[in-house]
Each structure stands twice: as C-alpha cells, then as structure tokens.
C-alpha cells in the first residue's frame, strides 16, 4: 500500500513538473524571433568584448619598466575607454605573475578609477587582498594626487588592518604620524 502511494505521489510530480515544461516552452515559442536573436547578438557581443579585453592585456606587457611602447600605451587607452568592465579580467591577468604587465596593469587601473568613483572604491577594497600582488597594484594604483583623500579617509576609517596599513604606505613618514594621531583621536 505504501509503495502504491509513493508510486501515485512520484507519478504526480512527474505530471506537474512536465506541464511546467510545456508552459515554459510554449511561452517560450510565442516571443518575438528578434528578441532572441538580440539576446544571442548580445551574448556575443560580449564573448567579443571578453576576448577583446585579453588582446588588449597581453599588449599591455610590451614596454619597458618606465617606458610603455605605443602599442601598449594604445591598449591602456582602449582598456580605459572599455572602463569598469575591464576590471575584473585586469585583476586576473595579475594571477600570470610578470612584472611589464603588472605595470601596464598598475597604469591602467589607475586610469580608469580616475573615471569612475567605483573602480576607486573596489581599488580601495583590494588593499585587504590575500594575494600580496594584488594589494601592490592597489596601491600603486592609487598611488596618484586624485586619490589622496580617499586613502586618508580609508586610513582613519578601515577596522580592516592590511587595508589601513596599505592605505598608510602611500604616504610620507610625517603624514603617516599625523594620520596615526588622527586615528589615536577617533578611538577616543
């Protein structure tokens, strides 16, 4: 009797789960043919901007230390104009471990927080990083004028103590023993 039931229970899921099915495809069959194929376009569109961004990196390595070659220097423009979407392939590309492209790295992220206020914040973030390498293109990063007053305020504000003391790099040995009175005032 108890497996007749389960039986009756198991058979019913397997109704109601294949008319859902059937809905699902039928709805699906009933849209508009131009609406897919955007949505196909677009997804490849953006395989296209993915490997895009990958050229544009792997150009970013040829230059000297101090000195990016043209072609590097027009890869850093066009990662820039790319922006915020460029990013997180630019985070990865650090996993390769080769110095020339962690400069071309350094220069563009740096760039490109100067564009958008968001890029300066998830820069800020990565100075906790657990990877060494990606704390020191943070810093270097934010290593410009602009960026100043934000690593002041992340310096006084951060509980997190490798975010602070990364923050604390960027400065000179007597901004950091006014920033640390500072920070000894706000823990009063």
Known sequence: MLRKNLFKSAFAVSLISLSIL???????WGTDKSSQSQQIKSLKITNAK?????????ILEKRNIDNPSDAARDAREELVRIGKSAVPQLIKALEQNRSLLTFG?????SE???KDASILQFLIEKLGDKNLQVRFVA???????N???????????????????????????????????????LKK
């Open 50 to 58: 993915k490997t895009r961004i990958a050229k544009l990196i792997k």
């Open 147 to 185: 960026f100043q007053t934000a690593l002041i305020k992340t310096a006084k504000d951060s509980t997190n103590p490798k975010i602070r003391s990364s923050a604390m790099r960027y400065f000179s040995q007597d901004k950091i023993k006014s920033l640390r009175q500072s920070i000894a005032e």
């Open 22 to 28: 059937l809905l699902t495809i039928n709805s699906t």
């Open 112 to 114: 490109i927080a100067k």
């Open 105 to 109: 790295i350094i220069e563009t992220l």
């Open 139 to 145: 810093i270097s990063a934010l290593r410009d004028s």
